[in-house]
């Protein structure tokens, strides 16, 4: 009953994953939360409302003009709910989220929310993988809803693809996860790394990487929601900042470095999610170069500063988080990067996988334990991270015992 006292309103768009909001809201209610639902008019052609009214004791709201809703039931309900999961979220459902409207009961619920908005999509893999969803989905996330899915499996027309609603009972899990952990790192003070570096060769070119920083800028937002303090030192990224989150914007890895230097020992967690340019080149040009013959690039290696702090520290930070994209042998690799940086906690993801996408499939590794993660949203992620955090925060003895003076690389 680890929902008990939590509030939850099950949102349906019309397709036809709507039986198995049937189930989410049976499983909510199993775990002990209050459940109430609304509908989208097309959702009503799936599932009836008396089932819903029937499940929850209470109407299902599926017409803002109805009577017996006179008043403002969206707004009752966004002020009402700690959570909201639109299940199944279909391509137009999301499209008009993202886009503001509010016009039926559902939206209008979306637009009055105060607690976590989540969405578990349901659609063809086509329309999943259209390039309208996914900037929707974006933008959805840049607003801090939770994407839960979809998961490749077997679709409505007999094809199997990535479209496939989430199960009931593992989006009834997220909410859980998200519900509870609130304010469990409150007290604790997070500085944070994000996005790529970019080495400037003269006034208009860079050298840089894939890297969008969502995954550093998903740490920062949950860590705030769980009530830490957060300082994020972000690369050259185009995302919102999390609100209360204090932001250090630096462009190279050697102004990543500075800042870092300079305040880690006020910090309990480093997390350093940021991809650092392992390079610069050796000399910035003042003017634009010129087009000529070939032309040869000296680089010179850049500071490391996982590995600098992980020399540096004495007591602060107490925990220290690096991460590693690796090919090949990951838990090898990421145990000595471990070792090699001096850090608590390792998380290592296939290059496949990781840079730039909305998903990762990670490994965490300690110089105790090894956990490997099914793939997952970043949210989703950084909340497991934090876990572990939390953990090493509160359990030193889960730390290892190093000796002073690590030697730093460079
Ligand atoms: N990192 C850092 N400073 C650098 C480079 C990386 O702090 N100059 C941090 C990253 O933020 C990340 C981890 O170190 O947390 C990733 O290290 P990676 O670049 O994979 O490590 P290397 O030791 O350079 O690994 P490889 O030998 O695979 O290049």
Redesign the pocket.
């Known amino acids: 009953m680890s929902l008990q006292g939590k509030r939850v309103v099950v949102g349906l768009g019309g397709g036809i994953a709507a039986f198995k909001a049937v189930e989410l809201v049976r499983e909510l209610s199993r775990r002990g939360a209050e459940v109430r639902v609304v509908m989208t008019e097309a959702a009503t052609h799936f599932v009836g409302p008396i089932t819903f009214a029937g499940l929850t004791g209470k109407p299902a709201v599926t017409d803002l003009w109805a009577k017996e809703y006179a008043g403002e039931v969206h707004v009752e309900l966004g002020e009402w709910a700690d959570a909201i999961v639109i299940a199944p979220a279909t391509m137009n459902l999301i499209s008009r989220a993202a886009n503001g409207q509010a016009n039926d009961a559902v939206l209008a619920t979306l637009a009055c929310a105060r607690g976590v908005v989540f969405f578990a999509p349901s659609m063809h893999h086509r329309m999943w993988s259209h390039g309208a969803t996914q900037a929707n989905i974006r933008t959805l996330t840049d607003r801090e809803a939770v994407v839960l899915g979809p998961v490749t499996g077997p679709l409505a027309n007999g094809e199997v693809g990535e479209g496939r609603m989430m199960e009931p009972a593992d989006i009834a899990e997220e909410i859980e996860s998200h519900l509870t952990h609130s304010d469990d790192l409150s007290g604790s003070r997070l500085l944070v790394?994000a996005g790529p570096t970019h080495e400037d060769l003269d006034p208009v070119r860079f050298l840089g990487n894939r890297s969008s920083g969502r995954m550093g800028y998903a740490i920062a937002s949950r860590a705030l929601r769980r009530g830490a303090e957060v300082t994020l030192v972000s690369g050259p990224v185009h995302l919102p900042v999390p609100s209360g989150a204090e932001v250090i914007r630096v462009r190279s890895?050697v102004e990543?470095?500075a800042a870092?230097m300079s305040r880690f020992d006020q910090f309990d967690v480093l997390i350093?999610?940021?991809?650092?340019?392992?390079y610069r080149p050796a000399q910035r040009e003042s003017h634009k170069i010129k087009k000529g013959g070939d032309l040869r690039l000296e680089l010179v290696?850049?500071?490391?500063?996982?590995?600098?702090?992980g020399a540096k520290r004495v007591q602060r930070p107490s925990v220290l988080?690096?991460?590693?994209?690796?090919t090949e042998n990951l838990e090898q690799?990421a145990r000595d990067?471990l070792e090699?940086?001096a850090?608590d906690l390792?998380?290592a993801n296939e290059a496949s996988a990781g840079l730039g996408g909305d998903t990762n499939r990670a490994t965490l590794v300690e110089a105790s334990a090894t956990t490997s993660l099914p793939e997952m949203g970043k949210p989703a992620l950084a909340d497991q991270i934090l876990d572990r955090v939390r953990t090493l925060l509160k359990n030193p003895s889960a730390r290892p015992r190093r000796e002073t003076g690590h030697k730093a690389p460079n």
């Open positions: 790394t890895a990543m470095h870092v350093m999610a940021a991809a650092v340019a392992d290696r850049n500071p490391d500063i996982l590995a600098s702090v988080v690096g991460f590693a994209l690796e690799s990067k090699r940086k850090a390792i998380v």
